[in-house]
């Protein structure tokens, strides 16, 4: 089996990294804050002093981090991750960035004899603690044999979008939808509050109607207790809509629910819903009507 590395342990990358030590792979770890890895060591972990040792003593290095200046940071320090690359080792990094981003950190990569592959995932925490990921990669499916059983420990599917760049370009799209979904559901959830109709009715018409979804199964108790724990936080989505508003800038397109989109997440993580769950995006409608009225 190969070793494996993990840079980044936030609520995604731990549970990723633990699933591949429980399917019996040696996985070296690093976080920039300490204390996230200790969980993983007492499944079986080893802590490394900093990014560079991660790539030297793994086979594979997984990056799961929450945005392109961490990236950065993580692959340019001193003792960070090109410093540990050399011929024939692979970065796979599965965080959410603008393909832009992906394709200029392979080449960063690939100046020191490495490799590197953008395989960003669509699916939450619920998804990943049951390897229930959707793996986006960018690469042809040829390229991807050796790397198809870790993937199969991650997610359920994996599919190859061609070229660098191109999963992460992918990820946009599908959260793009996810963006616009959890603003849609809300919406609904607020319509019917101000309708007078009861809140379990609702929600047992949509989820016996063609509108029904998995996102909308996995949000209803939410709007059932109106509390958000986070799944996928708010302030993830609307970093997010912000790349897909370049993007979408970038191709000379509009499209206004993104746009709408990308101004309500944005106002709601500015008004401290962030580290809630993105359907939390519901309280921010419902205080902006609040004020309205």
């Known amino acids: ?30 976080n920039r804050t300490p204390q996230k890895t200790v969980p993983l060591v007492e499944l079986g972990a080893v802590t490394m002093a900093s ?28 003792e960070g991750v090109l410093a540990g690359v050399s011929l024939g080792r692979t970065i796979i990094d599965m965080s959410t960035i603008a393909p832009g981003e992906s394709e200029a950190f392979a ?23 049951v390897a229930g990921l959707v793996i986006l990669a960018g690469a042809a499916e040829q390229e991807l044999t050796e790397f198809m059983p870790l993937f199969g420990v991650l ?25 616009i979904s959890g603003q849609a559901i809300g919406e609904t959830m607020l319509l019917s509050e101000k309708l007078g109709l009861d809140r379990e009715s609702v929600i047992e018409l949509i989820s016996n109607s063609g509108m029904n ?14 509390e958000f ?15 897909i508003t370049d993007a ?27 580290k809630m769950d993105l359907a939390a995006v519901y309280l921010e409608l419902k205080e902006k009507n609040s004020k309205d009225v």
């Open 51 to 78: 990014p560079k040792e991660v790539v030297e003593h793994s086979d594979v290095t997984f990056l799961m981090l929450t945005n392109a200046e961490a990236i950065k940071d993580v692959l340019n320090a001193e």
């Open 248 to 274: 979408i800038n970038t191709a000379g397109l509009q499209l206004p629910l993104a746009g709408i989109a990308n101004a309500t997440f944005a106002a709601a993580r500015d008004n401290g819903k962030g």
């Open 155 to 179: 997610g359920k599917k994996v599919i190859p979008f061609g070229s660098i760049g191109k999963g992460s370009a992918a990820k946009l799209v599908i959260n793009l939808l996810l963006g």
């Open 1 to 30: 089996m190969k070793t494996i590395g993990w840079i980044g342990l936030g609520q995604m990358g731990s549970i990723m990294a633990s699933n591949l030590i429980k399917a019996g792979h040696a996985v070296n770890v690093y």
């Open 213 to 226: 979804t998995p996102l909308f199964q996995t949000k209803r108790d939410m709007f059932r207790s109106q």
């Open 107 to 129: 080449q960063l990569v690939a100046a020191r004899g490495g490799n590197y592959l953008d395989a960003p995932v669509s699916g939450s925490t619920g998804a990943a603690a």
């Open 229 to 243: 724990p986070s799944q996928f936080m708010l302030e993830l989505m609307a970093k997010d809509l912000g790349l």
